[in-house]
């Protein structure tokens, strides 16, 4: 019985000294989580402002290079047809992009190993 005491206050004692580590690493892994998605909004932002841009002038382009021709309404037309194209193929190509590897794993790997570790004290 004494033991199981021991071992008990052992486990407590061991939890209170990794608890201010947990708190520690869980603040680092959202710092890390946030920077990260700043970072890929922002990415975000100017490729997809920049993507409608160019796509604007080059169908702009288009349409000017064929003014003076009997295709102007077709090329046009053709323009508005290859946006919307590309933007259903895009939308249903590209899967949901999601980093497999996540700030938090370093806080679940520690947990684990305590708990482990726990285990093998009782």
């Known amino acids: 019985m004494f033991e199981t005491i021991k071992k008990?206050?052992?486990?407590?004692?061991?939890?209170l000294e990794r608890l201010s580590e947990y708190i520690e690493l869980i603040k680092i892994s959202v710092e890390i989580q946030g920077r990260n998605f700043k970072r890929r909004l922002i990415g975000y932002v100017v490729i997809t402002f920049l993507s409608v841009l160019s796509?604007?002038?080059?169908?702009?382009?288009?349409?000017?290079?064929?003014?003076?021709?009997?295709?102007?309404?077709?090329?046009?037309?053709?323009?508005?047809?290859?946006?919307?194209?590309?933007?259903?193929?895009?939308?249903?190509?590209?899967?949901?992009?999601?980093?497999?590897?996540s700030a938090f794993d370093t806080v679940r790997d520690e947990l684990q190993q305590d708990i482990k570790l726990m285990k093998d004290i009782v």
């Not at 008990?8 to 939890?15: D, M, N, P, S």
């Open 8 to 15: 008990a206050k052992e486990i407590g004692v061991l939890i």
């Open 55 to 101: 796509l604007v002038f080059a169908g702009v382009a288009v349409i000017v290079t064929f003014w003076d021709t009997p295709y102007r309404v077709v090329s046009a037309w053709g323009i508005v047809a290859f946006y919307a194209l590309t933007a259903f193929v895009v939308y249903f190509a590209t899967p949901g992009q999601t980093d497999s590897v």
